[in-house]
Antibody
Framework: EVQLVESGGGLVQPGRSLRLSCAASGFTFNDYAMHWVRQAPGKGLEWVSGISWNSGIRGYADSVKGRFTISRDNAKSSLYLQMDSLRGEDTAFYYC???????????WGQGTLVTVSS | DIQMTQSPSSLSASVGDRVTITCRASQSISSSLNWYQQKPGKAPKLLIYAASGLQGGVPSRFSGSGSGTDFTLTISSLQPEDFATYYCQQSYSVPYSFGQGTKLEIK
């Protein structure tokens, strides 16, 4: 059974950092690209960042470029999102999702909530 | 960046109705268009990939069509479990943008 389990969310002050993790199981992790997608409470979906199977390609939304860094550890079947210089507008549920680069996101985790507030 | 525009933003319909949701891209994305369903408090679920491919396990009442800039998601006969929010998404180029969503409600 495919599973993606996000962790690391919580309440953080503006300007501070947070690192999200996504633990994958039930599939061959290093066959797939991985992505982070966020959703502010009551709002729509926003793609945040993606990384190819071998970390050779990484992409970011303009809204997070220069502040967020995506990475993965294929040996641990894990995906990460380092979030620095957090802002109030980064408050959202953060989902990790698997797929192929330039392809659909065929499975999503249940999300972790990040709240940026003083 | 590619902008995705869905219409309508919300829709009221009855069980058994045929429903169509449209999605327009700001430039050609070939067939790199995907549709997701999201229910309250749940993660999105992939329904349609590459404009018209039915994801495994998704009922055949869901179908997708289109290419270039204009796409549609059709539900042929609404079932109670279909009331949810639907999003289109382009996977043609980074950043992979989503439409704003269409909330399908019970009439």
């Amino acid at each position: 059974e495919v599973q993606l389990v996000e962790s690391g969310g919580g309440l953080v002050q503006p300007g501070r950092s947070l690192r999200l993790s996504c633990a994958a199981s039930g599939f061959t992790f290093n066959d797939y690209a991985m992505h982070w997608v966020r959703q502010a409470p009551g709002k729509g979906l926003e793609w945040v960042s993606g990384i190819s199977w071998n970390s050779g390609i990484r992409g970011y939304a303009d809204s997070v470029k220069g502040r967020f860094t995506i990475s993965r550890d294929n040996a641990k079947s894990s995906l990460y999102l380092q979030m620095d210089s957090l802002r109030g507008e980064d408050t959202a549920f953060y989902y990790c999702a698997k797929g192929f680069w330039s392809g659909p996101f065929d499975f999503w985790g249940q999300g972790t909530l990040v709240t940026v507030s003083s | 960046d590619i902008q995705m525009t869905q219409s309508p933003s919300s829709l009221s319909a009855s069980v058994g109705d045929r429903v169509t949701i449209t999605c327009r891209a700001s430039q050609s994305i070939s067939s790199s268009l995907n549709w997701y369903q999201q229910k309250p408090g749940k993660a999105p679920k992939l329904l349609i990939y590459a404009a018209s491919g039915l994801q495994g396990g998704v009922p055949s009442r869901f179908s997708g069509s289109g290419s270039g800039t204009d796409f549609t998601l059709t539900i042929s006969s609404l079932q109670p479990e279909d009331f949810a929010t639907y999003y289109c998404q382009q996977s043609y180029s980074v950043p992979y943008s989503f439409g704003q969503g269409t909330k399908l409600e019970i009439k």
